[in-house]
């Protein structure tokens, strides 16, 4: 485990069950990682304010509450204002990304993408924000 005893924790808010139980399973036996799964904006923001995770993995698209919109949030509220997100979709044009980016997500990933790109990006983000402590 990368860093330590301590699991860190990553939240991923996606609306595809089979994609959650294969990104659980990766994180969780690959990286170390500790996972906890909302499959909407609206709980995924409750769990984000009560869990503190220490990254977040955001589905663009959700049922109710787009992903972009879920980002606003999070950046707005401070329990989760600088907490990483890696936004996760199948738009993949110049544009969805920028704007992903303007509000706040820290890394992006189109699908289909292979889980260990996943676990990567993810490992990198966890670096980067440990060494801005």
């Given at each position: 485990m990368p860093f330590g005893k301590e699991k860190k924790c990553?939240?991923?808010?996606?609306?595809?069950?089979?994609?959650?139980?294969?990104?659980?399973?990766?994180?969780?036996?690959?990286?170390?990682?500790?996972?906890?799964?909302?499959?909407?904006?609206?709980?995924?923001?409750?769990?984000?304010?009560?869990?503190?995770?220490?990254?977040?993995?955001?589905?663009?698209?959700?049922?109710?509450?787009?992903?972009?919109?879920?980002?606003?949030?999070?950046?707005?509220?401070?329990?989760?204002?600088?907490?990483p997100v890696l936004m996760l979709t199948g738009k993949n044009k110049v544009g969805n990304i920028e704007d992903a980016f303007e509000l706040g997500a820290q890394a992006y990933l189109t699908k289909p993408f292979s889980l260990q790109k996943l676990g990567e990006k993810i490992q990198s983000l966890l670096i980067d924000s440990s060494s801005e402590d």
């Open positions: 990553v939240l991923v808010i996606d609306d595809d069950a089979s994609l959650l139980r294969q990104i659980r399973y990766r994180l969780e036996h690959h990286e170390g990682l500790a996972v906890t799964e909302a499959m909407n904006g609206e709980q995924g923001l409750a769990l984000a304010k009560s869990g503190h995770p220490d990254i977040i993995v955001l589905d663009w698209m959700l049922p109710g509450m787009q992903g972009l919109e879920v980002l606003e949030y999070l950046r707005a509220i401070s329990e989760t204002q600088s907490t």
